[in-house]
């Protein structure tokens, strides 16, 4: 036998083995939803919901994909909605376990999208908010090529990030903020794979757009190939009457094509015969099939075509970034095929019968890897599958704690910023050799000088692929920012973009498990544009990414700058956000003691990320008798003056507002003896704490004494407390609650204006003056 047809038969058999692969996981995925929802008992009544047309869709490109052209150094971010694909594929690896399947959806089952921390199946990366998942693949491309850069890496161990997506996930914005950014990063070794149904939720999809795809992404640098018509309609374009059926294809509304496939064979050969039958051939050509034969003809498009998926994959084989569009049908294979409202759809307890039927699987057998597929097929499957490279995937790696210095130094000064003594710290760091130094990687969106990273990126450069010089130090103009650009650099400069700019912060804080090496990432935005990027945020501490998040300048004390710029509700977010350990210091020795305690926390197995909200308001630096205030700034709040035993009142302070506090004290003492001054440095750790004491008797724990509750325990049952800070008054009023004192909250609860910080501390009641008033309320009579 000649090489050639060896190959050609190799090729041949892998093709049957992928069909038949195709076919068990649109299986699979739809029994597993319809399990869920029609088997199982539902206790609450409710459905429980699943997207079987959406996994049918996909199974062609994730059989081909994964147990043809995956590599075990790739990694996949798979489309949300074909979750139940994904769980099946590793269900035939042998990962994957009937129990967690027939709990789909369910407390302890398989998820309903891809997720790295509650899915027992290997995850690259958690999926769910439609978008970011892909988005993410093009900013672990980057980490990865930063590894290589730093010798952490071999270039030839680098994989390809690859993003399985619906076609309605190109609507979502950040996807083209990702391009722009990849382009000028000159992303590499990214696949794009786009499950092009031409249906979302509501409807079909717009006809023009797909033409619009490939000019955005090829002017970005991108390679786009489509993947329009399977082998069978390739093959009837060639024959007499194709070539009349072929331009009919393409102008084809969409909505008309799903129409049609969902109708079958006997509505398409009328409205083709219709439309076309009097063209040469059309009719001879249209004849020679009966109707089941022409309704698979006419929905054999490129992305449920074993050959054409594989022929494709095979040519992608450079590190160019490459969009690759396959056209399908959404509920392809399954009665509900084409229906417009099959996104949410499912089939019925006779249809998913009728399928089980056509597919030899007896009753019973459902659950079976290979009902109904014979002996020799289910033997030559199994060996497929074993000897398949996705079978030797990398899983996640352990990698090894970075040495952290025993005390990071404290910045001399005065009068300091927190936001300077960041910057500082940062800055001293960049001038030792040690291993935390070399670990840091920074990142902001545009804003590097303006919160305190310029200092750092003097130090230690702007990290590209390729050298780019500074013309203004070339050419010898005087500048404060000194950034080379190589490829030691340790700063990642973005765009403006912050969904960007917190999906490489979670590139970045997953890199010890997706590459083995840990690094620390440190990431400044200026604090109120944390909500614009907050969906990304969440998306990144959902996957327990680690990162230290500086949200800075902050508050009205960014007097000058207008509401605009004024956060008001981000200590709240910081409290809310699960895997987010929220600090607001208020002293540059805070800072010091919160960014050491964040570099554990980045590496600690029940760690988490940290987030710090710092101001460019610089303050009198307290002096310190001895270090007992730090353990309990790291609880979340200490005593800066401590009460005396059963005072009636005290102030609570938070952040850059502790000069009026202090100020108030003093003025407060002599007719108040023993008030007391708490620095609250942590209002998230303090409520988390406090809310698990609650908790542990109905979790059957003991009962246990917070840290607050400690701390207010020391005053008078019946005192009363001022809270105070530069942002939403509900992040400290909740301590009321802790021993049902009264409460006078203090902070801003609209939005800002300009001026200076003496007259918009006057008008939001954040001065000496009103916390003085404050505490006076608390002692008139109700």
Same mark, same amino acid.
């Not at 099946?88 to 089952?109: M, N, V």
């Not at 020795?589 to 710090?612: C, I, K, P, T």
């Not at 200076?756 to 009579?781: K, M, N, S």
């Given at each position: 036998?000649?090489?050639?047809?060896?190959?050609?038969?190799?090729?041949?058999?892998?093709?049957?083995?992928?069909?038949?692969?195709?076919?068990?996981?649109?299986?699979?995925?739809?029994?597993?939803?319809? /399990?869920?929802?029609?088997?199982?008992?539902?206790?609450?009544?409710?459905?429980?919901?699943?997207?079987?047309?959406?996994?049918?869709?996909? @199974?062609?490109?994730?059989?081909?994909?994964?147990?043809?052209?995956?590599?075990?150094?790739?990694?996949?971010?798979?489309?949300?909605?074909?979750?139940?694909?994904?769980?099946?594929?590793?269900?035939?690896?042998?990962?994957?376990?009937?129990?967690?399947?027939?709990?789909?959806?369910?407390?302890?089952?398989?998820?309903?999208?891809?997720?790295?921390?509650?899915? @027992?199946?290997?995850?690259?990366?958690?999926?769910?908010?439609?978008?970011?998942?892909?988005?993410?693949?093009?900013?672990?491309?980057?980490?990865?090529?930063?590894?290589?850069?730093?010798?952490?890496?071999?270039?030839?161990?680098?994989?390809?990030?690859?993003?399985?997506?619906?076609?309605?996930?190109?609507?979502?914005?950040?996807?083209?903020?990702?391009?722009?950014?990849?382009?000028?990063?000159?992303?590499?070794?990214?696949?794009?794979?786009?499950?092009? /149904?031409?249906?979302?939720?509501?409807?079909?999809?717009?006809?023009?757009?797909?033409?619009?795809?490939?000019?955005?992404?090829?002017?970005?640098?991108?390679?786009?190939?489509?993947?329009?018509?399977?082998?069978?309609?390739?093959?009837?374009?060639?024959?007499?009457?194709?070539?009349?059926?072929?331009?009919?294809?393409?102008?084809?509304?969409?909505?008309?094509?799903?129409?049609?496939?969902?109708?079958?064979?006997?509505?398409?050969?009328?409205?083709?015969?219709?439309?076309?039958?009097?063209?040469?051939?059309?009719?001879?050509?249209?004849?020679?099939?009966?109707?089941?034969?022409?309704?698979?003809?006419?929905?054999?498009?490129?992305?449920?075509?074993?050959?054409?998926?594989?022929?494709?994959?095979?040519?992608?084989?450079?590190?160019?970034?490459?969009?690759?569009?396959?056209?399908?049908?959404?509920?392809?294979?399954?009665?509900?095929?084409?229906?417009?409202?099959?996104?949410?759809?499912?089939?019925?307890?006779?249809?998913?019968?009728?399928?089980?039927?056509?597919?030899?699987?007896?009753?019973?057998?459902?659950?079976?890897?290979?009902?109904?597929?014979?002996?020799?097929?289910?033997? =030559?499957?199994?060996?497929?599958?074993?000897?398949?490279?996705?079978?030797?995937?990398?899983?996640?790696?352990?990698?090894?704690?970075?040495?952290?210095?025993?005390?990071?130094?404290?910045?001399?000064?005065?009068?300091?910023?927190?936001?300077?003594?960041?910057?500082?710290?940062?800055?001293?760091?960049?001038?030792?050799?040690?291993?935390?130094?070399?670990?840091?990687?920074?990142?902001?969106?545009?804003?590097?000088?303006?919160?305190?990273?310029?200092?750092?990126?003097?130090?230690?450069?702007?990290?590209?692929?390729?050298?780019?010089?500074?013309?203004?130090?070339?050419?010898?103009?005087?500048?404060?920012?000194?950034?080379?650009?190589?490829?030691?650099?340790?700063?990642?400069?973005?765009?403006?973009?912050?969904?960007?700019?917190?999906?490489?912060?979670?590139?970045?804080?997953?890199?010890?498990?997706?590459?083995?090496?840990?690094?620390?990432?440190?990431?400044?935005?200026?604090?109120?544009?944390?909500?614009?990027?907050?969906?990304?945020?969440?998306?990144?501490?959902?996957?327990?990414?680690?990162?230290?998040?500086?949200?800075?300048?902050?508050?009205?004390?960014?007097?000058?700058?207008?509401?605009?710029?004024?956060?008001?509700?981000?200590?709240?977010?910081?409290?809310?956000?699960?895997?987010?350990?929220?600090?607001?210091?208020?002293?540059?020795?805070?800072?010091?003691?919160?960014?050491?305690?964040?570099?554990?926390?980045?590496?600690?197995?029940?760690?988490?990320?940290?987030?710090?909200?710092?101001?460019?308001? #610089?303050?009198?630096?307290?002096?310190?008798?001895?270090?007992?205030?730090?353990?309990?700034?790291?609880?979340?709040?200490?005593?800066?003056?401590?009460?005396?035993?059963?005072?009636?009142?005290?102030?609570?302070?938070?952040?850059?507002?502790?000069?009026?506090?202090?100020?108030?004290?003093?003025?407060?003492?002599?007719?108040?003896?023993?008030?007391?001054?708490?620095?609250?440095? #942590?209002?998230?750790?303090?409520?988390?704490?406090?809310?698990?004491?609650?908790?542990?008797?109905?979790?059957?724990?003991?009962?246990?004494?917070?840290?607050?509750?400690?701390?207010?325990?020391?005053?008078?049952?019946?005192?009363?407390?001022?809270?105070?800070?530069?942002?939403?008054?509900?992040?400290?009023?909740?301590?009321?609650?802790?021993?049902?004192?009264?409460?006078?909250?203090?902070?801003?609860?609209?939005?800002?204006?300009?001026?200076?910080?003496?007259?918009?501390?006057?008008?939001?009641?954040?001065? =000496?003056?009103?916390?003085?008033? =404050?505490? =006076?309320?608390?002692?008139?009579?109700?």
């Amino acid at each position: 036998m000649s090489t050639s047809t060896e190959n050609t038969a190799h090729l041949t058999e892998r093709t049957a083995l992928l069909e038949a692969l195709d076919e068990r996981l649109r299986w699979l995925s739809a029994w597993t939803v319809h /399990n869920a929802n029609n088997i199982r008992e539902k206790r609450d009544g409710l459905k429980v919901g699943g997207h079987q047309a959406s996994c049918s869709s996909m @199974t062609a490109i994730m059989a081909a994909l994964y147990f043809h052209a995956l590599r075990p150094q790739d990694k996949v971010a798979v489309k949300p909605h074909a979750s139940p694909v994904l769980h099946a594929i590793h269900y035939l690896l042998g990962e994957q376990t009937r129990e967690k399947l027939e709990s789909f959806r369910g407390l302890g089952g398989a998820q309903s999208y891809p997720s790295r921390t509650k899915d @027992t199946i290997p995850v690259d990366f958690s999926t769910g908010s439609v978008g970011l998942g892909v988005a993410i693949t093009a900013f672990s491309s980057l980490v990865q090529d930063y590894l290589i850069a730093h010798g952490q890496m071999r270039d030839e161990d680098a994989g390809r990030m690859i993003a399985l997506m619906g076609d309605a996930e190109l609507d979502e914005g950040n996807i083209y903020e990702c391009l722009i950014e990849g382009y000028k990063h000159d992303l590499r070794n990214c696949w794009w794979i786009v499950d092009y /149904n031409r249906q979302s939720l509501d409807a079909t999809t717009a006809d023009r757009m797909f033409r619009r795809f490939d000019d955005i992404f090829e002017t970005c640098g991108w390679r786009v190939i489509t993947l329009k018509h399977g082998k069978l309609l390739r093959e009837a374009f060639a024959r007499p009457g194709g070539r009349a059926l072929e331009e009919w294809i393409e102008n084809c509304p969409n909505a008309d094509f799903a129409a049609l496939t969902y109708l079958g064979g006997e509505a398409w050969r009328e409205r083709l015969m219709k439309d076309i039958g009097r063209k040469r051939g059309v009719a001879a050509l249209l004849a020679s099939y009966d109707d089941p034969a022409l309704a698979r003809l006419m929905t054999n498009l490129g992305g449920h075509c074993i050959d054409t998926l594989i022929e494709a994959f095979d040519r992608m084989d450079d590190e160019r970034p490459t969009l690759l569009i396959a056209y399908t049908v959404k509920g392809y294979g399954l009665p509900l095929a084409g229906h417009k409202d099959n996104h949410s759809g499912m089939m019925s307890t006779a249809q998913i019968e009728g399928l089980r039927a056509d597919l030899g699987i007896g009753e019973g057998q459902e659950w079976d890897k290979w009902a109904g597929l014979g002996e020799n097929l289910a033997g =030559a499957l199994e060996a497929f599958i074993a000897d398949s490279p996705i079978a030797g995937k990398r899983r996640e790696h352990r990698a090894p704690a970075i040495k952290l210095p025993e005390h990071l130094p404290v910045p001399k000064g005065e009068s300091l910023s927190t936001q300077a003594a960041f910057g500082k710290i940062l800055h001293d760091l960049a001038k030792t050799d040690s291993e935390l130094a070399d670990r840091i990687v920074t990142t902001a969106p545009d804003v590097t000088q303006t919160t305190n990273l310029g200092a750092f990126v003097n130090q230690r450069g702007l990290f590209r692929r390729q050298e780019l010089a500074d013309v203004f130090q070339r050419s010898k103009i005087p500048s404060a920012q000194k950034w080379s650009a190589h490829g030691a650099g340790q700063h990642i400069e973005l765009g403006i973009a912050e969904n960007n700019f917190f999906l490489l912060l979670a590139s970045l804080g997953l890199s010890a498990q997706h590459f083995g090496t840990r690094l620390m990432p440190v990431g400044t935005v200026y604090d109120p544009f944390i909500a614009r990027g907050l969906d990304a945020l969440n998306y990144g501490c959902y996957q327990d990414a680690r990162f230290l998040l500086v949200g800075t300048p902050s508050g009205i004390t960014l007097a000058g700058e207008g509401g605009a710029h004024q956060s008001i509700n981000t200590p709240l977010i910081g409290m809310g956000q699960p895997n987010l350990d929220s600090f607001e210091p208020a002293f540059a020795d805070e800072v010091v003691l919160m960014m050491r305690h964040a570099f554990e926390r980045l590496q600690a197995e029940d760690g988490a990320s940290v987030y710090l909200r710092l101001t460019t308001r #610089s303050i009198a630096q307290e002096e310190r008798q001895d270090a007992l205030w730090e353990e309990g700034a790291l609880k979340g709040a200490y005593w800066l003056r401590k009460p005396a035993a059963g005072a009636d009142a005290a102030i609570v302070y938070c952040g850059a507002v502790a000069p009026e506090a202090l100020e108030a004290w003093e003025t407060l003492r002599d007719d108040l003896p023993g008030i007391g001054l708490l620095g609250v440095t #942590s209002p998230d750790l303090l409520h988390r704490d406090w809310s698990a004491a609650r908790a542990a008797r109905w979790n059957g724990g003991k009962r246990s004494v917070s840290h607050v509750e400690r701390l207010l325990g020391q005053l008078a049952p019946g005192a009363g407390l001022v809270t105070v800070l530069d942002g939403s008054p509900a992040a400290l009023s909740w301590l009321g609650a802790v021993r049902g004192q009264r409460v006078s909250p203090l902070g801003v609860d609209r939005f800002g204006q300009t001026g200076d910080l003496i007259d918009l501390q006057r008008t939001y009641r954040l001065d =000496a003056e009103a916390i003085i008033d =404050a505490v =006076a309320e608390l002692f008139l009579p109700d």
